[in-house]
Every structure is written in structure tokens, then in C-alpha cells.
């Protein structure tokens, strides 16, 4: 069955709810109104304010009551409206949800999955748009999805909903409806932690994830039109990451752009650059580059488009790791 | 008697400030350690009378122990109880092991009352793990950051709610953390889903070094139960037998869906840790005219007037504290502390490939 990102994220949920009867949604307007994003419109009248609930706007309260929730047997998913509104609530995800286990030895767990849509593209307000996800990777304790495709985004979802651990499941906004693609229907499971190779290729790896996939595919289209044969690498999860994959392909191509909407310094793309001048050295034909959002907040939507990565920088970038 | 916002009818003729309210502080012992003619009254038997007692007797004898250990260096930083016995051996004696618990650092005799080992606290001033081995004991790990148990007690007592449980959650905190956002969310939280639990709040004048009228313009902490449609109740935090029936109604009201948010007023006769000196920060004058009212010496005096306690029974109390702590210690001492591979196994269910990286590079290092 085809379906949008939004569409196989609700069909997830409805799987997920009608075999599991402690797992409860709530959020700000996820109730009747079916969150912002309609993402779960439809869940109310399935399954009832008790395990649908809208709340007060209190994100720490949200996240800290899930906290509470998932500590005594139940199975919450919590829905921050935007990833920029998540700072109010850093405490409970940093502080509390990813440690509980390590400060208790495992004899505390925190089976929570954490949904927020985040990224530019659709000229929303101050903050709507911001790329936060550096944050929890370096946040010990946590798992970080970032699926860019319907399949994908179903799959980690019921994988994220089943994971024993706190999972924050991150939703490109920009793509919630703008791909859509074949789905299977029936519930399955996508591992977390285990990137996808898009495309293979010979010169150049191009790792990436969530809406810059899109960008990147269509870089790579006229980058291959000058006989540049790339490899696409989504990295579908940031936390973990997947050293494997990654290492495999710069071995292979020796040369790396790495490309996300987040700002450069600090970023995932540090993180993919540091493992693989740790493991690759020897097999790099060029400088690892990355291509970015600006080191500066998410900028004002009139300028946005040029703000995020475009398709002309990745292919820049390409091009200026193939002289070498 | 209870704060609710029906206390509100009918006063206001426009500005609603705390002039409006008239708020008591409840006690069951009065001053000469009579029993007093408030709405609470006394319905705990003699013999829980005394193991109230014994309970705060326990926790001071611990508190000592330990702020001596700490000075030797046999413990780390350590947060002292002393004063707030009535406090916290009140609250947690009302309550059953159905019941759950959500503590701050400082509420060890509250934890004690509901079944920690003493050894266990003992370990987590000693940085091994066992001291956060808590869960089986219906006490939720020892929270650090000021406010955060008061939203996990919200989601424990929504699952207790959802899974219909006759259970409910305490959460413990102190009246500098009222100030937190967290607060004031978990008390939001509970009134709009009518949830299961109570709010205790050691109002223990100081945090740090901060004093509560520096903490907050309001003249109550249990006025701010008001602002949430909850109810609210002031109480005399040295008087055990006030604090356990206090709470003994609280737990009712909370399993009928009406949260309750509690102030016990009380003073945190001691230093903050060990690692500060009250005397920079505040006045001898103030601290003498709280030692006069020590809960323990109040509540010794009503079971001694009653021909309840005598010192012989007094003297082998403390023996027999004193005995138990030390060989908490000794447990405690005993106990292994963990290792840098346990800790990488611990972070996650199964370890992802990063920590596998860290672990082989690690080697026998």
C-alpha cells in the first residue's frame, strides 16, 4: 500500500496500540485535533482518552510523567510538538529518561519512545525548524532514529516501541508528506542502529540522514550524469551509530562528504569524520568534508532555503573531494 | 482545615491576594506535648506511637553516625536529616508497601520507614551501586536534581491510575524546590488527571543557604495547592503524630482522585552536606529557638507522659540504634564496588557498537 511518512507512522501506532494494550500516546493536541501534523489523527476514537491523552503544554511534564509511566510497567509515547521545544525538557530527557539505567544497574529501565518532528522546509516560525539531534548524541543512554522514508520511518517505529530503552524517534517534517512510497502493511521491525546503503558506489561516500537524503539523491543524479559514481549512506539511527557501515564504504571509495541540516560544528557529521579518521586514515584519497547548516539558530523561513544544505553545495563538495 | 479553592467563596471582593486565605498549621501535640484540639486527631494506637518513635530515634542515630564517618572519610558528601525526623518518619509510616515512594537525597529516614536497608544508603554515599537498588522496595532511585522525582510520581501514580492499582505515589521534596518548574507541572499534572498522589514538601526554612521568604512571596507553600485545584494542608513538620495523620488523609483523599499537596513546616538543623557551614549564611539565634522545638525530644515527652517510655527502654533504644547502623557499615563495606565493563553493559540493554569499540579497546586496562 502506498503511503507518506505521516500515514505510516499512524498505521504503526494503530498496529502497535491494538496488540499492546500498555502502550498510551500523549502530547500537546494529539487528541481530538490529531497533532499538529495529523500524525495521530484517528487515534482518540480508536482508542479512548485513557491511552490517547492530550496534555497540558508542559514538556517536561510530559517527558518526566512518561518517565513515571514507563518506570511502572507501562509502555508511554510522547509527542513534542517541535523538536525546538524540547529544551524545556532536557532535564527529563538527559538527566533522567537516559540514565536511569546506568544509575541503577539496570535495575531501572525506561522503555519510552520520545516523538518529535524536526527541520526546515516549510517556513514555519522561530524554532519550529530546528535540527537538535547533536544534543542526544551525546547523551549516553539514549537511542536516536531519524528515518527519511514511509518504510523505514514504520519499521523504527515499531522497533523504537519495542526497544527496552528510551528512544527518541525523530520525524522530517519536510518529508512527512512529500514522499510517498509502497509500505507493507503488515507490523514489522526495522533494527535500529544498522544504516542503509542507498546506492552503491565506487568514488566518493556520501553519508547522510532524514530530509538531506532527499537533497543528497538528487545531487548524486547529476553527479553521476559527470561520471561520478557515489554511495549513499542513510543513516536511518545517530545513536548508535553505525561504525560498520560507514567504515566499510570509506575503506571501499576512500573519500567522504558527510551532509545534514544541523549546524557544522559539534555536529554528527564531527562524530562520522573523528571515527573515521580514527579507522580510515590510511585509505582517505582526500579531506573529509562536511556540508551543513550554517554555525548560527536556524535562520529567519524568508532565507531558509539557502540556509539548509542545497543540492548544489553537496555537489560542490563531491566535486572538490574528487580532485584530490 | 483542608486548602481547597472553596475557601475561596465568597471572600473575594477583587483583587484575590493571600490576604484572602487563612491558613493554620495543624498539630496533634501542642507545646506542653498535650494533645491539641485541631481537626487532626489522633488516631495512631500506642504502639505505633512508639515505633514512630523509634523510627525518628533511628534516623538520628544514623544521621550522627554518619556525619562522623564522613569526616573520617569513610563516606562521601553526606545531606543530614537532623530536625526533620518528624517529617519524614510521619509521612512514610502512613503509607503501605503498596505504596510508592519517590525520594530526594535527603529523605533517608522517609526511605528507612518504607524499607531501605540502612546499609544501602550507606553504599550510595560510598559510590557503590547497590545504594540505587531500590525499585523492589516500591522506593524510586535517589533523585539528585531538585524537582524531577515530582513528575516521575505524576507518571507513577497515572500508571497506578491505569492499571487500577490501589497504590499511591509520594513524592518527597524540600521548599527550595518549589520554586522548580518541575513543581509546579507535577502539581498541574495531577489535577487535571485527578491523579493518586501526594506532594510532600519539607518546608525546612532554608535551601542552602537561600531562606524561604527569599524562596517565594508566598506567606504558605501549602497555599500553592490552590493555584492547581488541588488540595493543600499546612502542618506542624515536628510533630510526628500530626504529619502521620496528615498523611493517613492525604493518602485517602489521593485514592479518591483528589491530589494532595503537603507542607510540613520543620527545620533542617544541620548544614545542607557536609560540604557547607551553616554558620556563614545564617543566624545562631534562629537555629537555637528551632532546637527547642526538636521533634524527637516532643514526641519523647508525650510517650513519657503517658507512661508509654521510660529512659531504661531509652537507653537500650539507642544501643540498639547505634548497633544497627554499625553493622550497616559493615554490610555495606562488604559490598563491591563496580567496574568500568559493568558500567558499559549498563547503559544500554545490548551494547551498541560504539561501547563494544570502547570495551575491546579498553583491553585489560
Known amino acids: ?324 | 482545615m483542608w486548602l481547597n479553592q472553596s475557601c475561596l467563596e465568597g471572600e473575594i471582593e477583587m483583587w484575590l491576594t493571600q490576604s484572602c486565605l487563612k491558613i493554620d498549621t495543624a498539630s496533634v501535640l501542642e507545646e506542653d506535648c498535650s494533645l491539641s484540639e485541631s481537626f487532626l486527631k489522633r488516631t495512631a494506637t500506642d504502639e505505633q506511637c512508639i515505633e514512630m518513635y523509634k523510627h525518628m530515634v533511628q534516623g538520628r542515630i544514623f544521621d550522627g553516625i554518619a556525619l562522623k564517618f564522613q569526616r573520617q572519610g569513610k563516606i562521601k558528601t553526606y545531606p543530614p536529616i537532623r530536625g526533620q525526623e518528624a517529617a519524614q518518619v510521619g509521612s512514610a509510616y502512613a503509607l503501605t508497601s503498596n505504596d510508592w515512594i519517590y525520594p530526594s537525597y535527603r529523605d533517608i529516614a522517609a526511605s528507612f520507614v518504607h524499607g531501605m536497608p540502612i546499609d544501602k544508603f550507606f553504599c550510595y554515599t560510598m559510590g557503590k551501586m547497590a545504594g540505587q537498588h531500590l525499585i523492589d522496595l516500591s522506593i524510586f532511585p535517589i533523585q539528585i536534581v531538585i524537582g524531577a522525582q515530582f513528575l516521575h510520581a505524576v507518571g507513577g501514580a497515572w500508571a497506578s491510575k491505569y492499571k487500577g492499582e490501589d497504590s499511591v505515589s509520594v513524592a518527597y521534596m524540600g521548599d527550595g524546590g518549589t520554586s522548580e518548574g518541575d513543581f509546579h507541572e507535577a502539581l498541574n499534572f495531577a489535577g487535571v488527571y485527578k491523579l493518586p498522589v501526594v506532594f510532600f514538601i519539607q518546608n525546612n526554612q532554608w535551601a542552602i543557604s537561600n531562606p524561604i521568604h527569599k524562596q517565594t512571596a508566598s506567606q504558605t507553600i501549602a497555599q500553592k495547592a490552590l493555584a492547581y485545584g488541588i488540595t493543600g494542608i499546612r502542618v506542624d513538620g515536628n510533630d510526628v503524630l500530626a504529619v502521620y495523620e496528615a498523611t493517613k488523609l492525604a493518602i485517602e483523599k489521593a485514592k479518591n482522585g483528589e491530589p494532595v499537596l503537603i507542607e510540613a513546616v520543620t527545620f533542617r538543623q544541620g548544614p545542607h552536606t557536609t560540604a557547607d557551614d551553616p554558620t556563614k549564611y545564617r543566624d545562631q539565634a534562629e537555629v537555637e529557638q528551632w532546637l527547642t522545638n526538636d521533634p524527637i525530644e516532643r514526641m519523647k515527652k508525650f510517650i513519657v507522659s503517658t507512661g508509654l517510655w521510660d529512659e531504661r527502654q531509652e537507653e537500650e533504644l539507642l544501643k540498639e540504634c547505634e548497633e544497627i547502623v554499625l553493622k550497616a557499615y559493615e554490610k555495606a563495606l562488604t559490598i563491591e564496588k563496580t567496574t568500568i565493563p559493568k558500567v558499559l553493559r549498563a547503559t544500554y540493554e545490548t551494547m551498541p557498537q560504539n561501547l563494544v569499540r570502547q570495551m575491546q579497546q579498553r583491553g585489560g586496562v
Open chain 1, 1 to 324: 500500500m502506498e503511503m507518506t511518512i505521516v500515514q505510516a507512522i499512524n498505521t504503526c501506532l494503530i498496529q502497535a496500540m491494538e496488540n499492546d494494550e500498555t502502550i498510551l500516546c500523549l502530547g500537546e493536541d494529539i487528541g481530538k485535533n490529531g497533532g499538529v501534523f495529523r500524525v495521530t489523527d484517528g487515534l482518540l476514537d480508536r482508542f479512548g482518552e485513557k491511552r490517547v491523552v492530550d496534555t497540558p503544554i508542559a514538556e517536561s511534564a510530559i517527558i518526566g510523567a512518561a518517565v513515571g509511566l514507563a518506570t511502572r510497567g507501562l509502555k508511554p509515547i510522547a509527542e513534542i510538538q517541535f523538536l525546538g521545544f524540547i529544551y524545556e525538557a532536557m532535564d527529563q530527557m538527559v538527566g533522567q529518561a537516559a540514565r536511569l539505567r546506568s544509575r541503577t544497574e539496570s535495575t531501572v529501565t525506561v522503555p519510552l519512545v520520545v516523538r518529535a518532528p524536526y527541520g526546515g522546509g516549510i517556513h514555519a516560525p522561530e524554532l519550529h525548524s530546528d535540527s537538535l539531534e547533536a544534543l542526544f548524541l551525546h547523551s549516553p543512554g539514549l537511542k536516536v532514529v531519524m528515518p527519511s522514508t514511509p518504510s523505514d520511518a514504520k519499521g523504527l517505529l515499531a522497533a523504537a516501541i519495542k526497544d527496552p530503552d528510551p528512544v527518541l524517534f525523530l520525524e522530517p517534517l519536510k518529508l512527512y508528506r512529500t514522499i510517498k512510497e509502497e509500505v507493507q502493511e503488515e507490523y514489522y521491525e526495522l533494527p535500529i542502529g544498522k544504516a542503509a546503503i542507498v546506492q552503491e558506489g565506487e568514488h566518493v561516500t556520501i553519508v547522510t540522514y532524514g530530509p538531506c537524503v532527499v537533497t543528497v539523491k538528487q545531487a548524486v543524479a547529476q553527479l553521476q550524469e559527470q561520471g561520478v559514481s557515489v554511495e549513499i549512506i542513510d543513516l536511518r539511527t545517530i545513536a548508535p551509530i553505525d561504525y560498520e557501515t560507514i567504515i566499510q564504504s570509506v575503506d571501499k571509495t576512500g573519500r567522504l562528504v558527510v551532509v545534514h541540516e544541523a549546524a557544522k560544528t559539534g555536529g554528527v557529521g564531527a562524530e562520522i569524520a573523528a571515527i573515521i579518521a580514527e579507522n580510515c586514515m590510511y585509505a582517505m584519497h582526500a579531506p573529509i568534508l562536511r556540508v551543513t547548516g550554517y554555525d548560527t539558530p536556524f535562520p529567519v523561513s524568508s532565507i531558509e532555503a539557502e540556509w539548509m544544505p542545497t543540492v548544489a553545495r553537496v555537489v560542490s563538495a563531491v566535486q572538490n573531494v574528487m580532485k584530490e
